[in-house]
């Protein structure tokens, strides 16, 4: 029987080929599947949109509201601070959603990180403005919150790799961040008190005197009219500075109260620096774990070498 195979060592040699390509032994190894030819088909595509997950949804929402706010931020604190608080709380909804639906990710994580980073960024500019004699202080709290994060989050991708989450911190290299990112509540806690602060900040520089100078009555006669914002220029409403006579005539004619403020600025003021400490803390941490990387890398390739 040359050349004729019977239907047993066909089906004998089928197993066989299947064997060998269940096993990856095809020429030209490949990352998944080869077909009966030996070529490598597409790989199969998922059907799922990572952009398309609810958690991340939720975070084009927080964007969306955090724009909002600042486009009121300006001229009308209350918009202001009700669109920037419901960004910041669903903050704590797109958590929940993710574990909800197991739709975390890694993009989720990054642009929940950065959201946080760039809205808060956004409003201590404007406190830097509304008190330029405090600008410098604002102008670090910015620079920390970044820093320490960026640090942080490079930190557990080159040390820990890629899989690793920034909040999983071991305990034995810092209590305070373990305690920090893995208990949900103080990390909440935390992060609210902290926004609730500065949103406090920004209520008083629109009722507050005390902080606010410009919201004392001023003298309306007619060297008044050569004031920016004054009626006799017609200051725009949309451009007008925020610690312009416009901006502050605007906040007394909303009948802004400063006890609120003041109340949550003194209850949250706490938490708000025992934040930055968490940042500074973080900061070092991260810095210390990056040079240990580094002296490791070192010894592994025999540096410093000795020069004869």
């Not at 810095?287 to 000795?306: H, N, Y």
Request: hydrophobic content about 45%.
């Amino acid at each position: 029987m040359n050349g004729v195979r019977t239907r047993k060592q066909t089906a004998k040699g089928a197993k066989s080929s299947a064997g060998k390509i269940a096993a990856g032994d095809v020429s030209g190894k490949a990352n998944g599947y080869v077909n009966t030819n030996g070529q490598v088909p597409k790989r199969a595509e998922s059907s799922e949109n990572i952009f398309l997950f609810y958690p991340n949804i939720i975070g084009y929402s927080r964007i969306i509201l955090a724009i909002a706010s600042l486009y009121y931020m300006p001229l009308h604190p209350r918009t202001c601070s009700i669109l920037y608080s419901v960004s910041c709380l669903l903050d704590a909804l797109d958590g929940l959603a993710a574990r909800y639906f197991e739709q975390s990710t890694r993009f989720g994580a990054v642009l929940d990180m950065v959201t946080d980073r760039c809205t808060t960024a956004c409003l201590l500019v404007f406190l830097s403005s509304a008190w330029p004699r405090w600008a410098l202080l604002f102008q670090g709290l910015i620079s920390l919150d970044l820093a320490s994060h960026y640090m942080h989050m490079y930190a557990t991708l080159t040390m820990a790799g890629s899989g690793q989450s920034h909040k999983n911190v071991d305990q034995s290299r810092s209590r305070i961040l373990h305690l920090y990112y893995t208990n949900k509540n103080v990390l909440f806690a935390f992060c609210a008190l902290n926004e609730l602060f500065f949103i406090a900040l920004y209520l008083l520089s629109f009722s507050s005197p005390i902080l606010s100078p410009s919201l004392l009555p001023v003298d309306n006669g007619a060297g008044s009219s050569a004031q920016p914002g004054s009626p006799a220029q017609q200051a725009s409403a949309l451009f007008a500075a925020p610690g312009s006579a416009w901006a502050m005539e605007l906040a007394r004619a909303n009948k802004m109260d400063s006890f609120w403020p003041w109340v949550i600025a003194g209850v949250s003021s706490p938490v708000m620096a025992a934040k930055q400490y968490v940042n500074v803390v973080q900061l070092v941490k991260a810095s210390k774990w990056l040079a240990e990387g580094d002296m490791d890398m070192r010894r592994a390739q025999g540096l410093p070498k000795k020069r004869e």
